[in-house]
């Protein structure tokens, strides 16, 4: 009996000390995950967009993206219009990142691409936050964000695929796909667009049954570290 009852804690001991690893683990990746995006102060980056929201006839356009530590983030379009929905804070990863106040849970392992990738669970510690909660997927070889899906209180969830190529020494994507729900796409302010149907607005139901908006961009070059005036983001 004392021989059973021995070994029984040595293996509730052995799983604590496990689960204890595997958190140490995902904390040590994260941390240089933060170190890798930490290398970039700003950038200006130029690339093509490709919106599909069902309701709008949006054509592919040229955009710019401006960023500046610690959270300044603007899309531009060659008509000087953002489609990136307000709220989008998980375009910017660094943004998530930016301090250590949230709990990060160690979700296992997943697959994007045939690609094995580390799933972390980042709960903000402040109540305040708009973010409720975003998991990340993280490629351990190369410390890159494959994909990251976060839910806001108050502008909805995004999802956001990356694919690395020549930039990826910053964690700077060379293509992003960028997902969020129809329901909480708003136009911007005093713009207007044809509709699919050459008809009038959509109405709020008619929104909701188009759950999916997705927007696509292709980067082409980046300008990295050399200065961003913050007049961009006004």
């Known amino acids: ?3 059973v009852k021995t070994l029984i804690s040595f293996i509730f001991f052995s799983i604590l000390a496990h689960i204890a690893l595997a958190q140490q683990d995902i904390n040590i990746l994260l941390k240089n995950v933060k170190q890798k995006i930490a290398t970039v102060n ?3 980056a130029a690339g093509r967009m490709k919106t599909n929201v069902a309701f709008l006839k949006v054509p592919v356009a040229n955009v ?3 960023f500046k530590k610690p959270n300044k983030l603007k899309v531009k379009s060659e008509k000087g219009v953002s489609f990136i929905p307000k709220g989008a804070v998980s375009i910017n990863m660094g ?3 930016s301090d250590d106040k949230f709990t990060v849970i160690d ?3 997943d697959k994007i691409n045939g690609t094995v990738v580390r799933v972390a669970k980042l709960l903000p ?3 305040n936050s708009d973010v409720v909660l975003s998991t990340l997927y993280i490629e351990e070889a190369t410390s890159l964000i494959r994909k990251a899906r976060t839910t806001t209180k108050e502008n909805g969830s995004f999802e956001l695929e990356m694919t690395y190529g020549k930039y990826s020494a910053f964690g700077l994507p060379d293509k992003i796909i960028f997902s969020f729900n129809t329901k909480d796409y708003k136009l911007p302010k005093g713009v ?3 509709f699919d149907d050459g008809g009038t607005a959509p109405t709020p139901a008619d929104k909701n049954k188009n759950k999916k908006g997705r927007a696509e961009i292709t980067f082409s070059s980046y300008v990295i570290n050399k200065g961003v005036d913050d007049a961009m983001f006004k």
């Open 1 to 3: 009996m004392k021989y």
């Open 42 to 44: 700003d950038y200006e």
């Open 64 to 66: 710019k993206v401006y």
């Open 95 to 97: 943004s998530i990142l």
């Open 107 to 109: 979700a296992g392992t």
């Open 125 to 127: 510690e402040d109540d």
């Open 192 to 194: 207007t667009f044809d």
